[in-house]
């Protein structure tokens, strides 16, 4: 580095060296943000293309299907848009707590068929619930004809934090690793959602506020990879993986191409110039852009803006597991306007979700939740407001998009609700948020036609044997 002063010597010589912190350590116990690694990925994630392929990446030859949670955060209504039935499959005698009547008479239920199901609920000819009415203008109806669905009816927690929802971690070990970043959300927290993890917490996700952060963390990526020898990347490793954990901590706060030109000047690597490399921005594709509304002129911290890059890039495989979350669905304000309003930006994200792997020519695994869920007034009519939370009411969906065509189903539904309107405890899911997302793990595995996926990952547990066939609903 030279003779310098203490004040003029960059801030990774400042840091010195401690006891030595692996790339598993980093990962697997979140001692840093993710945000990090992407910065640093020589350190990291890339000691050599051959060691990062043997520890994370996906079998040889193999492109998992991409996978991307939306969580309605606060209670959303998600079976008061997507029918729930019996474990026969009749539809309930009443709905009159789900706002959605009595099913008799003047007020019987009529359902319209979407992604192959009869499921959506119809009254009059209007869809009841709005979700379908979002998903319908924002997906091209070749999307919607290669897109099946699949019902969890789950009871959940209102109002928290604490439902083990999260598949994150599952899919992650099952070998999803994006080629940049391993995953992204949107929250400060585990998981990047307002839910917690089911058996496995994924890597310390990138959490994206703004398309800069993402720019950020995957333009240095490949600056690294493409300035930087194999040799090069080695003795950065070392450097960074003899940190100690609060110098590590810092290396969080990198966020400039100056900051990573002084690590490699401090690594003793000389006369190499970086410059940040643009991320895979969605507005280089005019057709996903148009579809998520997005143009030049939308704030890098627009809502849209931020989904339409994380799940871009997770389609793309630069991000692996993609987590999106909407807030707002604790709607029970004694009214039905909010409610509708809510589910049908709910519709509009999933519709768009679906119709960027279309465009793409991708298969994705769409996992909507929420926490609990929601009642109405006591009405024989369709329509009643929405009143208070009622989680025993809860309910998850997963999509499953192939561009090659539908995907074939054995059943609409995992579990299954009773004649109270409420979704039956004593199925393998049903009073558990952590059981039904190791059941949509075992239905991504079975997406990408490799249940060792699944073994791998959770090689004894309650989801096994005929159990673990009654969950699986895709071929």
């Known amino acids: 580095m030279g003779k310098v002063t203490k004040k003029e010597m960059p801030i990774w010589a400042k840091l010195g060296h401690s006891k030595p912190v692996t790339r598993r ?24 293309p051959q060691a990062f ?12 299907v991409s996978f991307v949670t939306l969580n309605l955060s606060g209670g959303a209504g998600i079976s008061s848009n997507f029918l729930p039935r019996l474990a026969s499959g009749d539809l309930l005698p009443s709905y009159t707590k789900m706002g959605m009547g009595n099913n008799t008479g003047a007020n019987a239920l009529t359902t319209s068929s979407e992604f192959g199901v009869n499921s959506w ?7 009841i619930g709005q979700m379908l009415v979002g998903i319908r203008a924002n997906a091209d109806a070749a999307t919607l004809a290669n897109t099946a669905v699949v019902a969890l009816c789950v009871q959940s927690q209102d109002d ?6 999260d598949a994150t971690g599952l899919v992650f ?14 929250q400060s927290s585990a998981t990047g959602l307002n839910q917690q993890a089911s058996l496995v917490n994924p890597p310390p996700p990138l959490i994206v506020r703004s398309y800069t952060d993402i720019a950020n963390s995957i333009g240095y990526t490949r600056a690294l990879q493409t300035s930087l020898s194999l040799p090069q990347r080695q003795k950065l490793a070392k450097l960074v993986g003899d940190l100690s954990t609060s110098q590590a901590r810092k290396l969080a706060s990198v966020n400039s191409v100056a900051g990573v030109q002084n690590l490699i000047e401090c690594a003793g690597i000389k006369n190499v110039e970086i410059a940040a490399g643009a991320a895979v921005d969605p507005l280089a594709n005019a ?47 004694g009214s039905r306007t909010t409610g509708d309003t809510r589910d049908r930006e709910a519709g509009v994200a999933i519709g768009r979700i679906l119709d960027t792997a279309r465009i793409l020519g991708k298969k994705v695994m769409l996992y909507v939740t929420s926490d609990g869920s929601v009642v ?5 009519a369709p329509g009643a407001n929405w009143t208070s939370d009622r989680g025993s009411a809860g309910m998850a969906l997963m999509f499953f998009y192939n561009p090659a065509g539908r995907p074939a189903t054995s059943g609409f539904q995992v579990g299954h609700y009773t004649t109270g309107q409420v979704a039956d405890d004593k199925t393998p899911v049903g009073n558990s948020p952590e059981l039904a997302a190791q059941a949509v793990f075992a239905n ?13 990952v959770i090689p004894s547990g309650t989801l096994t044997g005929a159990v673990l066939d009654s969950v699986i609903k895709v071929a």
């Open 160 to 165: 928290t934090s604490n439902n083990k929802f």
């Open 173 to 186: 070990k099952g070998g999803l690793v994006g080629s940049m970043i391993p995953n992204l959300g949107r």
């Open 287 to 333: 057709e996903v852009s148009t579809r998520w509304g997005i143009n030049a002129a939308t704030a890098a911290n627009n809502t849209q803006r931020v989904f339409a890059a994380m799940v871009y890039n997770g389609l793309l495989g630069q991000a692996g597991t993609v987590n999106l979350e909407l807030g707002g669905y604790d709607y029970h304000d």
């Open 121 to 127: 609920a119809t009254a009059n000819g209007n869809a």
């Open 53 to 64: 392929a043997a520890e994370c990446a996906a079998p040889s030859g193999s492109e998992l």
């Open 376 to 380: 109405s007034d006591e009405n024989a």
């Open 25 to 48: 350590e980093f990962l697997g116990y979140g001692i840093i943000p993710f945000a990090a690694s992407a910065l640093v990925p020589g350190a990291l994630g890339l000691l050599s």
């Open 444 to 456: 991504w595995a079975k997406f990408n036609q490799n249940m060792a996926l699944y073994t791998k």
